[in-house]
């Protein structure tokens, strides 16, 4: 198998992440619910995986660290609590539905800065004109459609001059670019935790600046006695109980990151989107490819001839994963170009070879031909 849909899912994983989730499902219990020795050292395991968390993103106190079932979660999370109907919020055109859909939920007067792709002098511009009068702006840092990684440490800082909190998706550049969480000055950060930081699926992580509002109401562990959640982070935001096991999974995925290092790790997959470029240049497929800076490891091509589904179908019978369509962002699409046909998609992992994105533009190819 060549699994090339690292973008949706990293399946490859350090050995270590199952490791770990086997040994917490076999030792640990439920941190904050006891003073028994399963219940504390889940609560140990809990609190390491925010502290590395916190390291890797350069977060002052792990207690901002918030631990949700995903980065929808964690998105949700951090819109409700900065968004009241009606207000305006502007969005780069790479957003995904976990983005649009609670905006669109919450009534916002949705503004879009951007759609020009890997021009991030457009995007700045877009954003420079429309962010005066805006209550929100959320942003992602790397499309998940196209690989175009957007300048949000500059779009941070044209926010902090319009005094505009930011909330910014990290789904697609935690554990693959430099996430500066104290340099973005953002009021959130969400990201998963099963992509580039190798974690369980159900696992994410929200990175506050201050206390949010709830979304979920339940057991936190703490402050029994009263009928709200407690005011104070991440007890505030983390109703009922955690996933240790995947928490514990997360905690190694993050010691590799940090092992490995986010550096070699992007020169790695870029290095991959470099090679899948070369091999597809003399071809009739259309490559989505930007300049040097402006993309990370993922590739989206387009056929001329055949349909991204039936491309993807027949990879998938060549034991080759990758995926076709929208990739749940219809906004990027519609911004590329490509809404009415969408695009395959090819993304990356450390565990990539160069040897296997050879291979599987060979077969690519070979399809396209109708060989």
Same mark, same amino acid.
């Given at each position: 198998?060549?699994?090339?849909?690292?973008?949706?899912?990293?399946?490859?994983?350090?050995?270590?992440?199952?490791?770990?989730?086997?040994?917490?499902?076999?030792?640990?219990?439920?941190?904050?619910?006891?003073?028994?020795?399963?219940?504390?050292?889940?609560?140990?395991?809990?609190?390491?995986?925010?502290?590395?968390?916190?390291?890797?993103?350069?977060?002052?106190?792990?207690?901002?660290?918030?631990?949700?079932?995903?980065?929808?979660?964690?998105?949700?999370?951090?819109?409700?609590?900065?968004?009241?109907?009606?207000?305006?919020?502007?969005?780069?055109?790479?957003?995904?539905?976990?983005?649009?859909?609670?905006?669109?939920?919450?009534?916002?007067?949705?503004?879009?800065?951007?759609?020009?792709?890997?021009?991030?002098?457009?995007?700045?511009?877009?954003?420079?004109?429309?962010?005066?009068?805006?209550?929100?702006?959320?942003?992602?840092?790397?499309?998940?459609?196209?690989?175009?990684?957007?300048?949000?440490?500059?779009?941070?800082?044209?926010?902090?001059?319009?005094?505009?909190?930011?909330?910014?998706?990290?789904?697609?550049?935690?554990?693959?670019?430099?996430?500066?969480?104290?340099?973005?000055?953002?009021?959130?950060?969400?990201?998963?935790?099963?992509? !580039?930081?190798?974690?369980?699926? *159900? #696992?994410?992580?929200?990175?506050? %600046?201050?206390?949010?509002? /709830?979304?979920?109401?339940? @057991?936190?562990?703490?402050?029994?006695?009263?009928?709200?959640?407690?005011?104070?982070?991440?007890?505030?935001?983390?109703?009922?109980?955690?996933?240790?096991?995947?928490?514990?999974?997360?905690?190694?995925?993050?010691?590799?990151?940090?092992?490995?290092?986010?550096?070699?790790?992007?020169?790695?997959?870029?290095?991959?989107?470099?090679?899948?470029?070369?091999?597809?240049?003399?071809?009739?497929?259309?490559?989505?490819?930007?300049?040097?800076?402006?993309?990370?490891?993922?590739?989206?091509?387009?056929?001329?001839?055949?349909?991204?589904?039936?491309?993807?179908?027949?990879?998938?019978?060549?034991?080759?994963?990758?995926?076709?369509?929208?990739?749940?962002?219809?906004?990027?699409?519609?911004? !590329?170009?490509?809404?009415?046909? *969408? #695009?395959?998609?090819?993304?990356? %992992?450390?565990?990539?070879? /160069?040897?296997?994105?050879? @291979?599987?533009?060979?077969?690519?190819?070979?399809?396209?031909?109708?060989?």
């Amino acid at each position: 198998m060549i699994y090339l849909d690292n973008a949706a899912t990293t399946l490859i994983k350090p050995a270590s992440v199952a490791h770990a989730v086997l040994e917490a499902m076999h030792t640990m219990a439920s941190p904050g619910r006891g003073g028994h020795r399963p219940s504390m050292l889940a609560a140990e395991t809990v609190y390491n995986c925010r502290q590395a968390a916190a390291d890797l993103f350069h977060v002052d106190n792990p207690e901002q660290i918030v631990f949700t079932m995903n980065a929808t979660h964690a998105l949700n999370l951090a819109i409700h609590s900065m968004l009241r109907s009606g207000e305006k919020v502007v969005i780069s055109g790479f957003e995904h539905n976990s983005v649009t859909r609670p905006l669109v939920a919450w009534h916002a007067d949705i503004c879009v800065a951007g759609r020009k792709l890997f021009s991030p002098d457009t995007t700045m511009e877009e954003f420079k004109r429309k962010l005066p009068g805006a209550s929100l702006a959320v942003c992602t840092h790397v499309s998940n459609a196209f690989g175009y990684i957007l300048p949000i440490y500059e779009i941070a800082e044209l926010c902090r001059e319009n005094r505009v909190p930011l909330i910014v998706d990290a789904s697609q550049s935690a554990g693959v670019l430099e996430l500066d969480a104290k340099k973005l000055g953002a009021a959130f950060i969400a990201m998963p935790g099963h992509k !580039a930081l190798f974690g369980p699926q *159900g #696992t994410g992580i929200l990175i506050c %600046s201050d206390a949010g509002i /709830p979304l979920l109401h339940g @057991g936190s562990g703490s402050e029994s006695v009263l009928q709200r959640m407690p005011d104070y982070l991440p007890d505030q935001l983390e109703a009922g109980t955690h996933n240790v096991c995947g928490i514990a999974g997360l905690l190694a995925g993050i010691q590799y990151v940090r092992e490995r290092g986010t550096e070699d790790i992007f020169h790695h997959e870029l290095n991959l989107l470099q090679i899948m470029r070369r091999e597809l240049q003399n071809s009739t497929l259309l490559v989505y490819v930007g300049e040097e800076g402006t993309q990370s490891g993922v590739l989206s091509v387009r056929s001329t001839k055949h349909d991204g589904e039936s491309l993807a179908n027949r990879l998938a019978q060549r034991g080759i994963c990758v995926r076709s369509g929208l990739h749940c962002a219809p906004v990027a699409h519609e911004s !590329a170009g490509t809404l009415e046909t *969408g #695009t395959l998609r090819f993304s990356f %992992s450390p565990f990539v070879t /160069p040897e296997q994105v050879k @291979g599987a533009c060979a077969a690519l190819r070979e399809i396209d031909a109708g060989i």
